[in-house]
T-cell receptor, first 111, second 115 residues
């Protein structure tokens, strides 16, 4: 039972353009959503999060949007940079419980 | 300030053997969670330890067991290894007061290969 889904395994974007990574979830009890970035041979690093009481959270070039009615969230990166090339994981939690991760989207930013 | 430290970084074991992976949490953290990340998949929750006890457990068989020590460090033990146990094993630490909502700090993982 995959409660957090990332249906796009990969995304390729030109440097300077917007990258949009999508995530869907099925458990309506999730109350916090997080994005992690993972480089090869490293552990995932926390990027940005959003509470279910909000619909948008912004941190520099990164913005996360939450649509609770659609059980959908997205991560926007503007402008995209080559250093953003990594695997991005969406994660969710319920009542500060364990994190449930999606399968990841590999983002490649090319010049 | 050291983050999460895992050892060893790589390990090769034979089917049927037993393995122990180790994790030292980030300073100030008291909770340790273990995840298994198979190739092409997202991290899957194995279990979480707090106050030296297993607090939560994911859908993993009893061959997977763990321990937390008084200094908050933790071990993951896997018995009777199967080829399917080959994966990256990630340790994540957090504070029980903040929980998962503030995010976990992950180590770089232990790459286990079962042959």
């Amino acid at each position: 039972d995959q409660q957090v889904k990332q249906n796009s395994p990969s995304l390729s974007v030109q440097e300077g353009r917007i990258s949009i990574l999508n995530c869907d979830y099925t458990n309506s009890m999730f109350d916090y959503f997080l994005w992690y970035k993972k480089y090869p041979a490293e552990g995932p690093t926390f990027l940005i999060s959003i509470s279910s009481i909000k619909d948008k959270n912004e941190d520099g070039r990164f913005t996360v949007f939450l649509n609770k009615s659609a059980k959908h969230l997205s991560l926007h990166i503007v402008p995209s940079q080559p250093g953003d090339s990594a695997v991005y994981f969406c994660a969710a939690s319920s009542n500060t419980d364990k994190l449930i991760f999606g399968t990841g989207t590999r983002l490649q930013v090319f010049p | 300030d050291a983050g999460v430290t895992q050892s060893p970084t790589h390990l090769i074991k034979t089917r049927g053997q037993q393995v122990t992976l180790r994790c030292s949490p980030k300073s100030g953290h008291d909770t340790v969670s273990w995840y298994q990340q198979a190739l092409g998949q997202g991290p899957q929750f194995i279990f979480q330890y707090y106050e030296e006890e297993e607090r939560q457990r994911g859908n993993f068989p009893d061959r997977f067991s763990g321990h937390q020590f008084p200094n908050y460090s933790s071990e993951l033990n896997v018995n009777a290894l199967l080829l399917g146990d080959s994966a990256l094993y990630l340790c994540a630490s957090s504070s029980i007061l903040q929980g998962a909502n503030y995010g976990y700090t992950f180590g770089s993982g232990t790459r286990l290969t079962v042959v």
